[in-house]
């Protein structure tokens, strides 16, 4: 069994990325920016995969990985609470949003979908379509 990747990894990143062993197609990567003269830092998750239809490598944002700042108390509390052993317990609480959306994301892969496309399996009927277009 692959080992699980724990919280601390992708946030000691200053460069480059770390894959999620238990979640194929899931990775965290460092970006750096300057922000009115300062130097900022954060670490994303992404889902990689390659395109039903183009077969070309594509990836999915999914979102900024919270520091430890950010986190409310009660999600450390919390996550002694579960039958687990120490860090292992809060780094599911923490990264299983990205793993669960990156599944997500996969499983429309092996449908034959596009993972940022709003439609299903079934398509889009022409009031999805005229909304969709109203939205942008």
């Keep these: 069994m692959a080992r699980k990747l724990t919280y601390e990894a992708p946030l000691k990143l200053k460069r480059g990325s770390v894959s999620d062993p238990t ?17 900022r830092h954060a670490v994303v998750g992404r889902f990689r995969y ?7 490598q594509e990836q999915v944002s999914l979102g900024r990985v919270p520091t430890p700042d950010e986190l409310p108390p009660s999600a450390f ?3 002694f609470m579960i ?6 317990a809060y780094t599911d609480l923490i990264l299983e949003p990205f ?10 892969v092996r449908q034959g979908l596009d993972p940022r496309s709003k439609s299903g399996p ?8 005229l909304t969709l277009q109203l939205d942008h």
């Excluded at 390659?50 to 070309?56: A, D, G, M, W």
């Design 23 to 39: 979640t194929p197609g899931l990775d965290f990567r460092a970006v750096s920016w300057t922000s009115r003269g300062q130097k």
């Design 50 to 56: 390659i395109h039903p239809v183009t077969e070309r």
């Design 77 to 79: 509390s919390e996550a």
């Design 83 to 88: 039958e687990s052993s120490g860090p292992v």
């Design 99 to 108: 793993r669960s959306k990156a599944r997500e994301y996969r499983l429309k």
């Design 122 to 129: 079934d398509g889009l009927t022409v009031a999805d379509a």
